[in-house]
């Protein structure tokens, strides 16, 4: 069976990819740049990087802080991914307050701001995508929506509404908020680089490693979900925007590269919904649902889900069909009476025949027949419906989509009526009625 759709339940077509206003109310300049650079964050996001490639340029990288920082890598990314993403942004799953504390803290040492912070404005992301709305628009192209977007202070007038009400609420966030700097201090700076330097005396590398690349890293990770997800891979579950699935991006940013699915299922606590697919965050949320520290995960009901990836796959299907010729539209047709048919045939010579109430002009086709011309010649000015079907031979399918192109009229009534009259001598022009 096809459903019908109404307007509001049919997919929206792909959002139209049209200039975005100013970032900015004022014009920028070469006298007041200055003025609309975040410098904190600029800093930030701009030092970090040359101050590791100094750092590897100058200290020997040992195994084991090398370990440590990969190690440490994951702990803080989970907490970005896990927490900030998915439990905090989403509320994909409740956590138990040990895994919410832990999440809490490991996201803080990735040093990409507070809860309050990260999830208002990727809050604002899902609402307002694509727009001018959205803090980190791809339609703004890969270096804005990558980390361009982190250099600039927008005017929070210009960022779409957010709704925080449950996460102001929350004492846990509002804390880590209040001091986010001392959470991010320790947990981004102090403790990876103590760990190295009390573990095995090398505070220099723990500082390096550990600390200023593993943070440049993990930035890059995080905002390459808002910049390469939105640009690389497929969109098998909605085109309406640019969100995209590929297993590149899920490979460098713990799982969130299946966009696609995220943006069309945004409270589901999966990134990857098949069993091979990589996505460590859903992993450590299932296996914390096992030991009691999380419940209520969220998943979107498979029917919904499959229908999403059919009616994309139809989309696709519909698209390719439309490269294709199949012959003139029926309704496009012009029409004919049988006699106008039999006076065509007999007294015009055309080589047409009739198949459930469609004619065929096979003119062209007469000597190419498998058959033989014998047949058709035999078929002309006859109906064929049943001899075409299986009571002389049952054509192939590659036959039927052959006689689309053949098309030339359709048959008023569909069939021979039988009439008293005889048929017109004179000459018949074929006409619409």
């Not at 792909?14 to 003025?35: C, G, H, I, M, Q």
């Amino acid at each position: 069976m096809v459903y019908a759709y109404t307007k509001s339940e049919d997919r929206k077509p792909p959002l139209a990819r049209t200039k975005l206003p100013p970032l900015f109310d004022e014009k920028v300049t070469f006298s007041n740049w200055y003025r609309f650079v975040h410098w904190r964050r600029s800093s930030l996001f701009v030092l970090s990087p040359l101050v590791a490639l100094y750092g590897m340029a100058t200290t020997e990288l040992q195994t084991k802080t090398l370990v440590w920082a990969v190690v440490y890598y994951f702990m803080t990314g989970i907490g970005i991914t896990a927490g900030y993403h998915r439990l905090f942004a989403h509320r994909a799953y409740i956590a138990s307050w040990p895994l919410k504390l832990y999440l809490t803290c490991a996201g803080s040492g990735t040093v990409e701001g507070s809860i309050a912070w990260w999830t208002r404005d990727h809050r604002a992301h899902h609402r307002w995508t694509d727009t001018d709305k959205d803090p980190y628009s791809a339609h703004r192209g890969f270096f804005f929506s990558h980390i361009g977007w982190t250099l600039i202070d927008r005017p929070k007038s210009r960022l779409g509404y957010a709704d925080m009400t449950d996460l102001n609420a929350d004492p846990l966030v509002r804390f880590q908020d209040k001091y986010y700097y001392l959470f991010a201090l320790f947990f981004g700076v102090v403790l990876s680089t103590i760990v190295a330097g009390l573990g095995w005396n090398d505070f220099r590398g723990g500082f390096f490693y550990a600390t200023i690349t593993r943070m440049c890293f993990m930035h890059h990770s995080t905002f390459c979900v808002n910049s390469l997800a939105h640009i690389m891979g497929e969109t098998p579950f909605d085109d309406h925007h640019t969100p995209r699935d590929h297993w590149l991006t899920a490979m460098v940013t713990f799982g969130e590269g299946y966009h696609n699915f995220h943006h069309e299922f945004p409270q589901d606590y999966r990134n990857a919904i098949k069993w091979y697919q990589y996505d460590p965050s859903k992993w450590l949320i299932k296996t914390c649902f096992y030991f009691g520290l999380a419940h209520d995960l969220k998943t979107f009901p498979s029917n919904e889900v499959n229908k999403g990836m059919v009616q994309m796959k139809e989309k696709k299907l519909l698209a390719e069909r439309r490269q294709l010729a199949f012959g003139t539209p029926l309704e496009d047709l012009p029409i004919y009476t049988w006699e106008e048919y039999q006076h065509l045939v007999l007294r015009d010579n055309k080589k047409w025949i009739l198949i459930e109430g469609i004619l065929y002009d096979v003119c062209d086709f007469m000597h190419d027949h498998p058959g033989g011309s014998k047949y058709l010649s035999t078929a002309l000015g006859k109906d064929m419906t049943t001899g075409f079907n299986g009571a002389l031979y049952n054509h192939s399918n590659a036959a039927r989509n052959l006689l689309t192109n053949f098309r030339c009229g359709v048959l008023k009534n569909g069939m021979q009526i039988m009439t008293d009259e005889p048929i017109p001598q004179g000459p018949l022009d074929s006409k619409n009625v």
